[in-house]
């Protein structure tokens, strides 16, 4: 059969194939059609849970305010005379005046100090004799004293309610001096015993009036409202965005710092950093305070949606002016182009010219060399139809020998994202996110650790070990 029948005939069967007529112009010339795209089916996998750390105080003013509301500063009347406790004929009236309290908390305990002063009448009735009265701290500007301290051991409840359950922990005279014992002028005794027994009463009575009002103190809204701060996006740049998306709350044991307390709270999350316009905003009601120990760390893992520009600009710069040797051949690399075809696979066009010229497509899914540290295609080959344009136009090309080639230069380095992206977490996890609440944090270290060949992008997944702790202002 004579070259222009060959060549014609082949024209035929190019043409019945599909494929471009321009090969019948030349039968060196490479003309495939694109690949056919897929449907995306790839789907991200869900971020890793971390642990946020969230030190919170409260100041002890707040309870001591508390209390004292709760604790009248005087109690009783020099001229209210009552029954003696002794069941005997005896009047006893008194006069109770309190200092302000102080406070401590140690171990999960408050502690409120107070210095109680008193005065006592005691008329005491006699038949056929004038009656006797007598009295300790009167007409003296010396009152005897006793010391006061009552504990609230403190938690916070799944309601997120501050919850004490106020007991007496000390009452006793201030001193063992004749100043602070109540010995009745005219009588004669001691009734010092008697008083702090109604001392004691009086406190007692007043100590479910604690509880009560600690328990109505708003806490809940103001962890509503740095819960629903933290579900909000943080913008770092622009088209860049840090969510926290925080789903549970757990606590440690209450703490005491001198006048304040601590409370250890930790914050499960799946922290993320997004591209694009805003992420949508799905704030979660705030759920309930569990309790238990809180172990800070922080896995944050990145879905970065890279634009094929830049990976074919990598490729472009290492390819362009290549000139591989097959088969005793020689086709060089004009240009590349990379773009996603769907289904979790990219496609790389090549513009070659040399002893074979056009366009040849390869496809393949992308994966990370945690050896490099580069994106590479492991099972790039040539596409379907360009492989059947190439073996019946050049019987001498090799394909192995393409194929291995590209599998090892077509790669990109994974370095810039990293470095972009530690750059940016350590921006985004060292701010103030709102009036009120700030984030302070550090990068261990980062890496890619997954890529996926998408339509439109190349989504790379990137993860950060480190640690972040959240500060809520008084």
């Known amino acids: 059969m004579s070259r222009s029948r060959h060549t014609w005939f082949s024209c035929i069967l190019a043409a019945g194939s599909a494929l471009a007529l321009s090969a019948c112009d030349d039968d060196t010339f490479l003309d495939p059609p694109p690949p056919v795209s897929s449907p995306d089916r790839a789907r991200t996998p869900e971020r890793p849970l971390s642990v946020i ?24 009347d020099l001229e209210d005379f009552e029954p003696a406790p002794d069941g005997g004929r005896g009047e006893i009236a008194f006069e109770l005046e309190r200092s302000p309290f102080r406070a401590i908390f140690l171990a999960g305990v408050a502690r409120l100090d ?32 006793l010391s006061v301290a009552i504990e609230s051991p403190m938690t916070l409840d799944r309601g997120w309610i501050l919850r004490t359950r106020t007991r007496i ?69 622009d088209s860049l965005w840090l969510s926290m998306e925080p789903e549970a709350i757990r606590r440690g044991p209450l703490r005491g710092a001198g006048d304040s307390i601590q409370v250890e709270l930790g914050l499960e999350s799946r922290p ?34 890279a634009d094929y520009g830049a990976a074919g600009s990598f490729l472009e ?20 182009r990379v773009y996603g075809i769907g289904d979790g696979r990219l496609a790389m066009r090549l513009r070659v010219s040399g002893d074979l010229r056009g366009r040849m497509y390869l496809t393949g899914r992308p994966s990370i060399d945690l050896e490099t540290g580069r994106v590479s295609v492991p099972d790039l080959d040539l596409d379907v139809a360009t492989r059947g344009m190439v073996m019946a136009a050049a019987s001498w090309f090799v394909v192995p020998e393409l194929r291995d080639y590209m599998r090892a230069h077509a790669t990109w380095p994974t370095a810039p994202a990293v470095d972009w992206l530690t750059m940016w977490l350590e921006r985004g996890l060292n701010r103030r996110i709102s009036e009120g609440l700030r984030v302070r944090g550090k990068v261990d270290g980062v890496e890619i650790v997954g890529a996926t060949a998408l339509s ?3 989504w790379v997944r990137l993860s950060a070990r480190g640690s972040a702790s959240l500060f809520v202002d008084d």
């Open 53 to 76: 750390n969230v030190p919170m105080s409260i100041p002890l003013r707040s309870l001591i305010d508390l209390v004292e509301e709760a604790v009248p500063v005087r109690y009783g």
């Open 114 to 145: 107070a210095t109680v002063l008193y005065r006592v009448r005691v008329h005491y009735p006699l038949p056929a004799l004038p009656d006797i009265d007598g009295s300790c701290g009167v007409g003296s500007d010396s009152r005897p004293a």
């Open 169 to 237: 922990a000390e009452l006793r005279p201030a001193s063992e001096e004749d100043a602070d014992q109540c010995r009745v002028s005219g009588l004669g005794i001691d009734i010092t015993d008697r008083i702090v027994e109604g001392a004691r009463s009086f406190l007692e009575a007043n100590l479910p009036e604690i509880d009560r009002l600690v328990a109505q103190v708003d806490t809940r809204s103001r962890f509503e409202s740095w819960w629903h701060t933290l579900a909000a996006p943080v913008a770092l740049g």
């Open 272 to 305: 993320g950093i997004y591209f694009g316009s805003r992420p949508s905003e799905a704030i979660p009601p705030l759920p309930p305070l569990e309790s238990g120990e809180v172990e800070p760390h922080l896995n944050l893992l990145v879905d970065a949606r």
């Open 317 to 336: 710069e290492a390819l362009a002016g290549v000139r591989v040797h097959i088969g005793g051949r020689t086709v060089q690399v004009d240009s590349v």
């Open 456 to 458: 439109d992008a190349l």
